[in-house]
């Protein structure tokens, strides 16, 4: 269900609103970086280098679309 709801996500940002308004936040080893949505598909290389399962936080602007639950 996550993968789901991130894959869309992104794939309304890329092909229907635009990138710019999207920020990521990922899990990097023990701390979270923030970047943003087109920063982050460059750095991840399509999911290669940095999985779908990292992303912790998915905001446009200042709203939040996306936040995994920290148990």
Same mark, same amino acid.
């Given at each position: 269900?996550?993968?789901?709801?991130?894959?869309?996500? /992104?794939?309304?940002?890329?092909?229907? &609103?635009?990138?710019?308004?999207?920020? %990521?936040?990922?899990?990097?080893? =023990?701390?979270?970086? &923030?970047?943003?949505?087109? =920063?982050?598909? *460059?750095?991840?290389?399509?999911? =290669?280098? /940095?999985?779908?399962?990292? /992303?912790? %936080?998915?905001?446009? *602007?200042?709203? %939040?679309?996306?936040?995994? /639950?920290?148990?």
């Amino acid at each position: 269900m996550t993968k789901g709801k991130i894959k869309e996500i /992104i794939s309304k940002a890329k092909f229907g &609103e635009g990138m710019a308004d999207y920020k %990521i936040v990922y899990r990097d080893f =023990e701390r979270l970086v &923030e970047v943003s949505l087109g =920063e982050f598909l *460059k750095i991840s290389g399509n999911f =290669e280098a /940095i999985p779908m399962s990292r /992303i912790q %936080i998915i905001r446009k *602007k200042n709203k %939040i679309l996306f936040q995994k /639950i920290m148990r």
